[in-house]
């Protein structure tokens, strides 16, 4: 069976990029690079607020939840959560913490506290990019990015929408949860793909109209206990 490979960088214009061969020939994604999916903001750059931070920032907090997923995650990390009696709540949202949702802009600013008046630390340049939320304050969530980096967004920057990122080079997408399973797909590292049903072990995920199953332990994104229907 014939494998395609799919970059990590710029998913988005590979899709227009793809070169069709001969009856029966797997096609192949090449993607433009794109930039990395933080920056750190020159010290000189003014602090300028995204358009949505401007329209937003006046509105009342929201009395509805900014994601749909609603799956209480047990599993709390040590290094973002201090223990609790229970599982912890958002006071904003009543929804569990910490818990992952997806950037739902290609640029937003991380801020040092939760408010515009603090600087902005870092701007996330990748869309559906998957961040693990810690904290809240009114408008403000505080999220962390898979390399533990990252500060207060504001909620209407973030998305329900479950993602993932590629953890290992290489994985291949199965047709179903076993590693003895035909592969559809090579995903290198770095890729973000759409979450689907997650088993003990195994989540099925869909990227670039390709579906299939991969090993929870390679995905960023997801709680190693997580079950999803």
Not at 200 to 208: K, T, Y
Request: charged share 25%; hydrophobic share 40%; proline share 10%.
């Amino acid at each position: 069976m014939h494998k395609t490979f799919l970059s990590g960088l710029g998913l988005l214009a590979a899709l227009a990029m793809i070169h069709l061969g001969t009856a029966g020939v797997a096609q192949q994604l090449r993607p433009e690079p794109r930039p990395a999916s933080l920056v750190v903001p020159a010290p000189e750059a003014p602090q300028i607020d995204t358009p949505t931070e401007a329209k937003l920032a006046a509105e009342p907090p929201r009395t509805q939840p900014e994601v749909e997923d609603t799956a209480i995650i047990e599993a709390v990390p040590a290094s973002v959560a201090e223990p609790v009696e229970g599982p912890a709540v958002g006071p904003e949202t009543n929804l569990p913490l910490p818990r992952y949702v997806s950037l739902k802009t290609s640029e937003g600013n991380v801020r040092r506290g939760p408010s515009l008046s603090h600087r902005i630390d870092w701007v996330f340049l990748r869309r559906d990019m998957p961040l693990l939320v810690t904290a809240e304050y009114g408008h403000w969530r505080r999220v962390v990015d898979r390399e533990g980096l990252g500060g207060w967004v504001h909620y209407a920057l973030l998305s329900g929408n479950r993602t993932v990122i590629v953890d290992k080079d290489m994985l291949a997408l199965r047709s179903r949860p076993d590693e003895a399973a035909p592969e559809s797909a090579l995903l290198e590292a770095g890729v973000i793909a759409r979450l689907g049903t997650c088993e003990p072990d195994w989540c099925r995920i869909s990227v670039a109209g390709y579906r299939g199953w991969a090993p929870k332990s390679a995905l960023w994104g997801v709680e190693a206990d997580e079950i999803r229907d």
